[in-house]
T-cell receptor, first 115, second 110 residues
Framework: NAGVMQNPRHLVRRRGQEARLRCSPM?????VYWYRQLPEEGLKFMVY????????ESGMPKERFSAEFPKEGPSILRIQQVVRGDSAAYFC?????????????FGPGTRLTVT | GENVEQHPSTLSVQEGDSAVIKCTYS??????FPWYKQELGKRPQLIID?????GEKKDQRIAVTLNKTAKHFSLHITETQPEDSAVYFC?????????FGKGTMLLVSP
């Protein structure tokens, strides 16, 4: 039973380029969460999606960042016009539901470096 | 929104000793408290969790306690081993999105 998959594992972008990060949830999971982790810091919630719906995007920066989880295919976190401050590890997690009965399992992360 | 404080930020113990990491939370509506272990360069891994209807849960060498009145919960690791060395994160949620503490770097020396 495959776990949460993310690709690419490492991504290097020059300032001003676009970054696309992909996340495939565990089989049977329909809830996806994106978190950002800066060096030596905790995980910060960004966005929570279900298939074709954004449920909570309260942690997303207002500009340049967007996320989707289409009916078919992986969830995508898109960062336009990247800046050096966007360099971080981006983790997605998935769960089979919400609330206290549903654990979140994390993918291996995408480490974004902006040069 | 929820705010989770975690202490200590670093913890060094000798192999075989016990380690305790403490967290407090602010939102009384939170009812699910997972703990994650993250090794360097790896993904966070769920190691144990506790729900608000219990006060303590144990799984071999690790245990978690919850005091809802005081709004704090703790991770206890007994008989520590070098492979326990990692960063440990506590988290809290009332519905769906997890709010994480800043992490505790645990170093277990042989």
């Amino acid at each position: 039973n495959a776990g949460v998959m993310q690709n690419p594992r490492h991504l290097v972008r020059r300032r001003g380029q676009e970054a696309r990060l992909r996340c495939s949830p565990m089989k049977g999971h329909s809830h996806v969460y994106w978190y950002r982790q800066l060096p030596e810091e905790g995980l910060k919630f960004m966005v929570y999606l279900q298939k074709e719906n954004i449920i909570d995007e309260s942690g997303m920066p207002k500009e340049r960042f967007s996320a989707e989880f289409p009916k078919e295919g992986p969830s995508i976190l898109r960062i336009q016009q990247v800046v050096r401050g966007d360099s971080a590890a981006y983790f997605c997690a998935s769960s089979s539901g919400t609330g206290q009965t549903y654990e979140q399992y994390f993918g291996p992360g995408t480490r974004l470096t902006v040069t | 929104g929820e705010n989770v404080e975690q202490h200590p930020s670093t913890l060094s113990v000798q192999e075989g000793d016990s380690a305790v990491i403490k967290c407090t939370y602010s939102d009384s509506a939170s009812n699910y408290f997972p703990w994650y272990k993250q090794e360097l360069g790896k993904r966070p891994q769920l190691i144990i969790d506790i729900r608000s209807n219990v006060g303590e849960k144990k799984d071999q060498r690790i245990a978690v306690t919850l005091n809802k009145t005081a709004k704090h919960f703790s991770l206890h690791i007994t008989e520590t081993q070098p492979e326990d060395s990692a960063v440990y994160f506590c988290a809290a949620t009332g519905y769906s999105t997890l709010t994480f503490g800043k992490g505790t770097m645990l170093l277990v020396s042989p």
